[in-house]
């Protein structure tokens, strides 16, 4: 590892203070940013809170413990739910970035109650959701008979640290998730998560998306040549295109000098930017060879790009192609255009 990185992996006295000044930050935007999120804690879940988080100092796991006393909404959001705790001394993700912290806490906790016993009974491979959008955990290795269970590779040590009302804890030994330091640096896809199918069911153990590693290139070519408002938002949708596409394998991304949505929705962002990708590879020769009027499928179903030549040049809904084959690998070519496309309805 570079010895750039190394302080990700170090946590400090300060790491944690600010960790937790972080998340007073967090849980108050939390609360003036979404009026229908849960109101401020009722007092009967400030009774259970209190009672977790004094099971929890009990058993060791001291930050997570002053965690849900300063930000209780970030772990118990569900109804039910299923807290995973590390202590200490596994956390390395206390040196993460703030914001990228709540995402990571979202991710250890599955919105069921589940005991240690409904645990054994589960076959291995079973699936959870998570608090964190689409990301799973995943039972990799069980033996009910030792009562030995593995989530994401990772022992469960502590089980039933609190079971009560609609809470259960479990301890475990170290993160559910390895950190890279340079994917926490980029904030690119750094919750790597099992992958499941429809039937909640593990498909492979682990981790990276196909092509992460040219996805990481695209995003700094893009950042390298200016277009700083597309590589914003296609940075921060990526994770959930290739949670919707897990099989993409080739793309073509044409890439718009401006994105003015780039501030306003996060579900408009990410249509814009799904809408400036076709799920195969077409280099700026393949796309003058096209018959006029040829309709390209993109990543928003329904909505489609329409290629046209303009004495001998490549018009796409309207845009040129003033940058063509800006990047091109074997699975992905990327295209400078001179304006953003338009969708032609937006909120559906
Ligand atoms: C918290 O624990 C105390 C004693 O263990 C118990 O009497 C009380 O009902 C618990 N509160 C909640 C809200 O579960
Ligand atoms: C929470 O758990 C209780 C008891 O198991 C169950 O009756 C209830 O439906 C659950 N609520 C949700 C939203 O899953
Ligand atoms: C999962 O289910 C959805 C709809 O229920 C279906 O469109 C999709 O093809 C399924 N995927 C797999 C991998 O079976
Ligand atoms: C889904 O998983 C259960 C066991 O977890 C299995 O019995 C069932 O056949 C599976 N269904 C499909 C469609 O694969």
């Given at each position: 590892m570079a010895s750039c990185c190394?302080?990700?992996?170090?946590?400090?006295?300060y790491s944690i203070i600010s960790l937790l000044l972080a998340f007073l930050a967090i849980s108050t935007a939390l609360r003036s940013n979404h009026k229908n999120a849960i109101p401020a804690t009722k007092p009967v879940a400030r009774g259970l809170q209190l009672n977790v988080s004094r099971a929890l100092r009990r058993a060791g796991f001291?930050?997570?413990?002053?965690?849900?006393?300063?930000?209780?909404?970030?772990?118990?959001?569900?109804?039910?739910?299923?807290?995973?705790?590390?202590?200490?001394?596994?956390i390395s993700y206390v040196?993460?970035?703030?914001?990228?912290l709540k995402d990571l806490l979202q991710y250890y906790t599955t919105p069921s109650k589940l005991s240690?016993?409904?645990?054994?009974?589960?076959?291995?491979?079973?699936?959870?959701?998570?608090?964190?959008?689409?990301?799973?955990?995943a039972i990799t290795k069980i033996d009910a008979r030792l009562s030995h269970i593995e989530i994401n590779n990772v022992l469960v040590s502590h089980p039933d640290v609190f079971l009560e009302g609609p809470i259960a804890v479990h301890g475990v030994v170290g993160p559910f998730s390895p950190l890279d330091p340079q994917d926490v640096h980029q904030r690119l896809n750094f919750i790597k998560s099992p992958i499941c199918d429809?039937?909640?069911?593990?498909?492979?153990?682990?981790?990276?998306?196909?092509?992460?590693?040219?996805?990481?290139r695209i995003i700094q070519l893009l950042s390298s040549y200016g277009f700083v408002s597309f590589t914003i938002g296609l940075h921060s949708v990526l994770d959930g295109i290739l949670e919707d596409h897990a099989s993409l394998s080739t793309a073509t991304i044409f890439a718009p000098p401006n994105l003015a949505?780039?501030?306003?929705?996060?579900l408009l962002l990410d249509k814009i930017v799904r809408f400036h990708i076709l799920p195969r590879r077409l280099t700026y020769k393949e796309l003058t060879s096209l018959p006029v009027r040829t309709l390209l499928r993109t990543l928003v179903p329904g909505?489609?790009?329409?290629?046209?030549l303009k004495k001998g040049l490549v018009n796409i809904n309207g845009a040129e192609i003033a940058a063509p084959d800006l990047f091109s690998s074997e699975k992905f070519?990327?295209?400078?255009?001179s304006r953003a496309f338009e969708l032609t309805y937006q909120f559906s």
């Open positions: 190394k302080h990700w992996w170090h946590a400090s006295v001291h930050t997570m413990a002053t965690l849900l006393q300063v930000s209780p909404e970030l772990f118990l959001s569900s109804p039910n739910s299923t807290i995973f705790v590390i202590k200490e001394s596994a040196s993460i970035p703030p914001l990228l240690m016993n409904d645990l054994l009974k589960k076959p291995q491979g079973s699936c959870f959701p998570t608090l964190h959008r689409k990301k799973k955990i429809n039937n909640s069911t593990l498909v492979s153990d682990f981790l990276e998306p196909e092509n992460m590693v040219e996805w990481r949505v780039v501030a306003s929705s996060s909505q489609d790009l329409e290629v046209n070519v990327v295209h400078g255009v």
